[in-house]
């Protein structure tokens, strides 16, 4: 498991914040609470409203409640496109996370267990975390090569056209969108907290339990907003 560093901020004391940014900091410590991802594994552990925690990554963004409250709100819109026509599945939200994270040497487990948790194969992260590719279904490999390709600046006329044949153009921008939301909050995690995610071993090991049955996986619907809550 990636280790805490010593440069990681501490959120601040809800009696320090400004009295014109408490809405954004309480609103940002309700949410984040209650994704309940402090420890990264599935059935997390929701924090109590009275702990007032936001976890590791917001509880650093907090120094800056205003920040903190469009990141968290645009976040949460991302979150909620599963649940409307026109966009994107939520298994493919939590692809991104999945071979993004890897891409970008940030495995985050609770990620790819709810990804698992809303359909993505557990075998399909399997062969992303070995580089076993050619053992992608055909639209999982289109999907994770448009991933590697935007981050790297080189998306393809032809993936973009394959994107919105397979997503439709709202859906394709959302989804694209997302990706660089995403890249956003992992180089910000890795500034502020820790420059590693979990060894891949690690999620390989505990992706093998689950198709073992040996390790349970998030309730599903867990993390995933109304869209009438945040627009």
């Known amino acids: 498991m990636a280790t805490t560093s010593t440069r990681m901020m501490r959120q601040p004391p809800r009696d320090s914040v400004a009295a014109d940014e408490l809405a954004a900091y309480d609103n940002v410590v309700a949410r984040q609470a209650s994704y309940g991802y402090a420890t990264g594994q599935p059935g997390y552990e929701k924090a109590r409203p009275a702990d007032q925690m936001a976890g590791p990554y917001f509880g650093a963004l907090l120094q800056s409640p205003l920040i903190a409250a469009h990141i968290s709100d645009l976040g949460a819109i991302y979150r909620s496109r599963g649940e409307v026509p026109g966009s994107y599945s939520h298994a493919d939200r939590e692809w991104i996370d999945i071979v993004l994270g890897h891409e970008m040497g940030l495995n985050m487990w609770g990620h790819v267990a709810d990804g698992m948790a809303v359909g993505v194969r557990p075998q399909a992260v399997i062969a992303v975390v070995s580089g076993s590719w050619d053992d992608l279904e055909p639209r999982e490999r289109m999907l994770a090569e448009f991933i590697r390709a935007f981050a790297t600046g080189k998306v393809t006329d032809e993936q973009w056209a394959t994107l919105v044949e397979d997503l439709g153009q709202r859906g394709a921008v959302e989804w694209t969108a997302f990706i660089g939301h995403l890249t956003m909050t992992i180089r910000l995690i890795q500034a502020f907290i820790h420059n ?20 349970d996986l998030p309730d599903s619907r867990a993390r995933v907003p109304s869209p009438t809550t945040v627009s």
């Open 196 to 215: 590693e995610g979990e060894a891949d071993d690690v999620v390989l090991a505990r992706v093998q339990e689950v198709i073992d049955g040996k390790r």
